[in-house]
């Protein structure tokens, strides 16, 4: 069967150097901006300070909204629409890991709808177009700058909730892997199996067919590559650094054409409840989705193991070692009620799982957390 189904809008530029090399493409978006980013690591990447050069240089007038921090609320990101609009702006940049990045997506939408309340966007219906948004990624993980997705917190419930669609695109994402040099061990370790999640997740979707199959591959085995090399508490080389970037840009764009499964709704159930960290989140639950792999879907297990040179044991003990967290003790009763969000309406991430995902087998896979 023919099959080249592809809709990937974002113009990506990438290399050392990419915001000044291509600072001409920030004058096609306007000449005012919001930057939408948290309160250091883009400072300290270099990230920050190379993109107001640039839009200085282009006579582009910004403001800096700090405001976004780890698992963006919605709230912030309303506030920070209100103040692009305010401003006059034409776009918005978001610079930083996925946090800054999703909510970016989340401002340009408030930013042109000025009656949204925060709690409207997921509906997802308004009047305007959202204001044409530019990235600058400075973490290996989420894959943010070419996917069609926004992750944000609900203040009211403290829970993730997505949205996503084609006005949640990029116009433009500057990929320049120098930014994620200075990023430290514990993050570097987190976003990396973020995107090895992102993946692995992805190549078991009925989906992942064609050319999604190529975007997903090449993140395997990049990633994996890297992954199984890391070593204690000891920064890759930035080398490396460029190859877990250009991975996770290859998971990116995997899961933006096939989605993730349930390893991410479950991770979100560690990351609200017991502060673990996105990436570690997901991966906690990477060796019970191999073996639901290896039960449902064992010609791609093959073709898995084939890409990464490793089994399925080797990759689940890198990734129980590498999360490296104290023992999380889920009981029976809290599986339960974690479960109940997806008791009612059963998750696309669930319908994507290698034999389908059931609440009642989420709960499970819960209790049986670190068993």
């Known amino acids: 069967m023919f099959d080249f189904d592809i809709f990937m809008p974002v113009r990506v530029v990438s290399g050392n150097n990419a915001i000044f090399n291509n600072s001409a493409l920030l004058k096609t978006l306007g000449t005012k901006a919001l930057i939408v980013t948290g309160a250091a690591s883009a400072r300290k990447s270099g990230a920050l300070g190379d993109l107001e050069t640039a839009l200085s240089k282009e006579g582009i007038d910004y403001r800096v909204f700090d405001g976004i921090g780890q698992n963006p609320l919605i709230s912030s990101c309303h506030a920070a629409g209100e103040q692009a609009r305010s401003m006059g702006a034409d776009f918005i940049i978001g610079v930083g890991g996925g946090s800054p990045l999703d909510a970016a997506k989340a401002v340009a939408i408030y930013a042109a709808n000025k009656d949204l309340t925060p709690e409207d966007i997921y509906r997802r219906v308004y009047n305007n177009e959202p204001l044409p948004v530019a990235l600058v990624g400075t973490t290996a993980g989420t894959g943010s700058e070419v996917t069609a997705v926004s992750v944000l917190t609900v203040d009211s419930t ?73 070593e204690k508490d000891t920064l890759p080389s930035d080398a490396a650094r460029d190859n877990l970037y250009a991975g996770s840009l290859y998971a990116g764009l995997a899961i933006n054409l096939c989605g993730t499964a349930f390893p991410h709704p479950l991770g979100y159930v560690l990351t609200e409840n017991y502060g673990v960290p996105h990436g570690k989140a997901c991966a906690m639950f990477l060796p019970a989705f191999l073996e639901r792999a290896r039960r ?30 104290p023992d999380i003790r889920i009981s029976a009763n809290e599986a339960k009620e974690y479960a109940q969000r997806w008791a009612e309406q059963v998750p696309k991430n669930f319908v994507n799982s290698p034999g389908g995902m059931t609440a009642e087998e989420a709960q499970v896979i819960l209790e049986q957390l670190n068993r």
Request: with cysteine; glycine share 4%.
């Open 158 to 230: 403290g829970r993730k909730k997505s949205i996503s669609g084609p006005d949640c695109y990029a116009e433009i994402a500057f990929a320049d892997p120098e930014y994620t040099y200075s990023v430290p061990y514990d993050i570097t370790v987190s976003t990396a199996l973020d995107a090895f999640c992102h993946a692995a997740e992805a190549w078991f979707t009925p989906q992942c067919t064609g050319v999604n199959k190529l975007y997903a591959s090449a993140g395997l085995k990049i990633l994996w590559e890297e992954i199984k090399a890391f």
């Open 296 to 325: 449902f879907e064992k010609e791609k297990s093959r073709e898995m193991r084939d890409i990464t040179g490793s089994d399925f044991e080797e990759v689940s003990a890198a990734a129980i070692e590498l999360t490296a967290l």
